[in-house]
């Protein structure tokens, strides 16, 4: 082919652009930048009749911070009692980064390919990946093209996370999702071909990923016995409606549903890496659980809620102000901390949903968002907002409550949010 393929690379702070005059590959296969890691530039430390290394790093703070990216959790903790506020700056700068989020987004119009991360992406506190992408553009097993100038070479977008995004031995999951809701709304034609977010390590909990056949199966065995489930994420290709609430209910093990958020959706398929299951039913719930030892005072809180707001009657911007004003009413019932993500799943068909990424985004600015388009949205409410907008006016049908009063969970036509905090109050 004649056709001029690569016109130019351009990478500002954590953005990465791949540009094409022409698509060289056709629609079928979805060009990406590669992804690097930042080259610390070239330093001179000259050795002196008391030359002391530690005391030469002090006069080069960028190289003395990019060397504290690579310590464990344990080593940083013992340079905060070092007697040097030089290091002892840094440690707690690079302890704070890592109890925040990471994230990463690639978005694609035609002839252009942005890759973005966060500033703390590169940090290595990463207990767990989730990744989202859309299979009408890329699939676990079909070919992406990796540029990085000149040059370019195709793997599978499995091998592609594997090997350019996800850090050795982090877990993490894909999702294929009908639809990632691109976080420009101005531009029809941006699409969204993945998203992902790093969740840290949380004192005091743990991040457990596991299937389970809720038609079969009454506990979790990665579930401890002294341990409560207080956050769930439910994602499924089958909502086996009774079976699924029963399951919810034993999870529950008698406590009030606002004592376990819980939110998710229809996916079309997940992968757990590494891969302990080779075979997963189309009814098999995929579950991301977040758990704290029974009687343990965790600095986490988790809440989630329904919000329907596709009625007919009312304007686009009727619609937004409902969904704006409910915002407002969560954000005063949460707990704010220093960290936490926003998990949104918003019906694929409703109307009016474009502008509510940006309105989470205003209204919980510190924390990354999580977002995605489902055929079908699980989940109940932890705190009461108004009336109108709870799962009660969904026109699904209301499943029977269980033992433990387990409300509806399969709802249509809303957005269901999940908010997790952890970390000092703000």
Known sequence: MNNKRYLKRRISTNCYYTMFDIDPHGPCVACIPRFRKAAISDVEILPNNNFEFGKALEWQPHLLEYVFEYLDFASLQTILSVNNNVWKNLAERELSKRSACSWITCTYIPSLCVLRTDQQYQNNNKALGIFAYCPKFVKLEKYVCLHDCPNFFRMSFAEYLATEVVPDGVKYCAISCTDIPPANIENKDIVSLYQGIYLPDIPKMRILTFYVNAKIQNSVPEIRDDEHVKCLLVFTHKYRVKSAETFLSNLLDGRNIDSMAMGGGLIKSSKMFPIIRRYVRSEDLFCIAFTGEKGEDADFNAYSV?????????????????????LSKLKEMVTLRKSGTVFRFCCYAKSFKDAENAMIEKCFPKYPLFSIDVDGEIGWNTINLSPETTPEASPLPKTKKLKYGVPQTLHGWSSVLVVITWGKKL
Request: glycine share 0%; proline share 0%; charged share 50%.
């Open 306 to 326: 329904v919000i329907r707001t596709d009625d007919e009657t009312l304007y686009e911007d009727e619609q937004n102000t409902i969904f704006e004003k409910e």
